[in-house]
């Protein structure tokens, strides 16, 4: 090691040196930047690519508010609604109205009562977004450079050094740098991961699944195809998913709305490799083979034909012993990797950054790396992984039943609007007085770390009670009527739970709950009633402030700043 932060400065040295400038590596890079920093990023491939993680969600969304604001990176908060990245980083960005689900059998034409849909209210901040990555990326990247980032494209890095002392990395063009900090934002092939052989064999996590995926013309909308009455938005305008014994098949169309500029629909196919396993015959077989198995889907597809080549792959999930060392990260997928479902791959990189930022913002300041300063981080990341390990494997049980999966999948659903309160709390408390002790409150050790939402008991005990359901189900004690049975049971005794499928959720099966509203102002209106007045105290404690003054303020700017621009 050459370099150390009290050698001379020169051009090559940095205080952070960042490898990979997707949405990531550039993110960190702009925050870093934005706080002073000197940052280099480096990019072994160039701006635009092709790469996944389409569909942005409203926990995703929210956190990258909370980022925006608290360092100051306008840029972060132009991607958190489908409204403004539309007109601030891409024309081809889809428009995300709703989580549609619908269930299906090999064989046979679609049980037109087998569905559910998660709606994505419209107040205060609008619909989320389908996300044409090339173009948000290198949003993102530009932002970085905004910042002052240094970021070298095409740029392959062949030796890696890094000690307690500092960091340096030396390219295949001979070019040394040297830094303070090193944060790898890499994926499968994360560099630090297997310098350091942090990956474990075999990989830990429950959940098995393979893909191949592509961008596609000629899909149809499957409100074409398919027309069953509750849901309340069209199939076409939300992140459709077709569950299938052993798999699920993604469709996030960017050509779903009056002004979509873009032609593609992004398709993907996951397959449990312990149901289908994997074959040598072309994706693009597979893909028909499987078409072929599932007439309602086969029609959706009729004439749909791929413009990009199939991306085929062997088993997506891989984890890591660590994801921190001696003055280095490996930011979440860098480190491991589940699955795609519920898209929640953004969302948690969101909250790891978000972690990150703030303990290596002070290290920089200190100058001081030691490792306690980011044992959290490792924590928290592996924490995130592993319980979206337990929901994705779970659901991959309930795959092969309607039932079990209607009963399981509301598990998700409330979870995920309990785990919002919690964030909307944190951010309006650091809005009022910009005390950022607020907003570190959300990683101050939660006693659930990784669930969605981290400090809820009552929650967290809900889920672990309806997981054992549906692992008797995968261990053959339980039929998946009993355990559906039970799990509508779990959630009907909770008066934190059960009220919140009222607000806009349209579910078949059990229990139904059908809203045909296509406006969410006044199940908004009665959602915040009932945290006021009506809700347990579980609830009403991340109600401490005003509630509608506060989204009613973030509404009405949100659109008057998008108008002015």
Not at 5 to 20: A, K, P, T
Not at 219 to 234: H, S
Not at 473 to 489: D, F, G, N, Y
Request: with cysteine; proline share 5%; glycine share 6%.
């Amino acid at each position: 090691m050459k370099s150390t932060v009290n050698e001379v400065r020169d051009s090559n040295h940095y205080d952070v040196i960042i490898l990979g400038s997707g949405m990531s590596g550039s993110q960190m890079g702009a925050i870093l930047g934005r706080q002073g920093f000197r940052v280099l990023i480096v990019e072994e491939a160039t701006h635009p690519r092709f790469t996944i993680g389409e569909s942005s969600i409203p926990e995703t969304s929210l956190m990258n508010r909370i980022i925006a604001d608290r360092y100051g990176v306008p840029e972060i908060q132009d991607i958190t609604s489908f409204y403004s990245t539309f007109k601030k980083v891409s024309s081809s960005t889809g428009i995300k109205r709703n989580f549609g689900f619908v269930f299906h059998k090999p064989n046979e034409e679609h049980n037109p009562t087998h569905f559910t849909q998660c709606v994505i209210p419209e107040l205060p901040w609008g619909p989320e977004s389908h996300f044409y990555r090339q173009d948000v990326d290198a949003y993102l990247m530009h932002a970085a450079i905004r910042y002052g980032c240094t970021v070298k494209q095409k740029t392959t890095i062949k030796d890696y050094d890094l000690s307690k002392t500092g960091v340096a990395v030396t390219t295949t063009q001979g070019e040394r740098y040297t830094g303070r900090y090193m944060i790898d934002c890499g994926g499968p092939r994360a560099p630090l991961a297997l310098k350091f052989g942090l990956r474990e064999e075999p990989c830990r996590y429950r959940t098995h699944s393979r893909t191949l995926y592509t961008h596609m013309v000629g899909v149809k909308p499957f409100d074409d195809i398919f027309k069953p009455k509750g849901q309340r938005w069209r199939w076409h305008e939300g992140t459709l998913h077709h569950m299938f014994h052993g798999g699920w098949l993604w469709v996030i169309p960017f050509n779903n709305h009056p002004r979509a500029t873009n032609g593609l629909v992004s398709v993907g196919l996951q397959l449990d490799p312990r149901v289908h396993p994997k074959t040598d015959i072309s994706a693009q077989q597979e893909f028909d083979e499987f078409l072929a198995r599932f007439p309602t889907i086969a029609a959706q597809f009729k004439d749909a034909r791929p413009v990009r080549d199939w991306v085929k792959s062997d088993r997506l999930q891989y984890s890591s012993k660590t994801t921190v060392g001696d003055r280095y990260c490996l930011m979440l997928h860098a480190a491991g990797f589940i699955d795609p479902l519920f898209s929640r791959g953004l969302e948690n990189t969101s909250v790891a950054i978000h972690a990150l930022a703030a303990r290596l913002i002070k290290a920089l300041r200190d100058d001081d790396f030691s490792p306690e300063r980011f044992e959290y981080i490792d924590r928290l990341q592996q924490k995130l992984l592993e319980h979206n390990d337990d929901f994705v494997s779970c659901c991959y049980t309930a795959f092969s039943d309607f039932e079990l999966w209607d009963a399981f999948h509301r598990l998700w659903a409330v979870g995920t609007m309990l785990g919002q309160f919690r964030l909307i709390q944190a951010h309006a408390r650091f809005k009022e007085d910009r005390n950022e002790a607020h907003l570190d409150h959300l990683d101050d050790n939660p006693p659930h770390l990784g669930y969605l939402c981290a400090d809820m008991d009552d929650y967290c005990r809900l889920f672990d009670s309806a997981k054992a359901e549906v692992d008797a189900v995968s261990e053959k004690r339980k039929s998946p009527k009993e355990a559906a049975a039970r799990i509508h049971e779990l959630i009907e005794k909770e008066e934190f739970a059960r009220p919140l499928f009222s607000f806009g959720y349209c579910i078949t099966g059990a229990n139904r709950h059908l809203n045909n509203s296509k406006y969410s102002l006044v199940p908004a209106l009665r959602l915040l009633n009932w945290t006021q007045r009506g809700a347990p105290p579980e609830v009403q404690k991340y109600f401490d402030y005003n509630p509608m003054f506060s989204l009613l303020k973030s509404y009405v700017g949100h659109r008057l700043e998008l108008a002015l621009k």
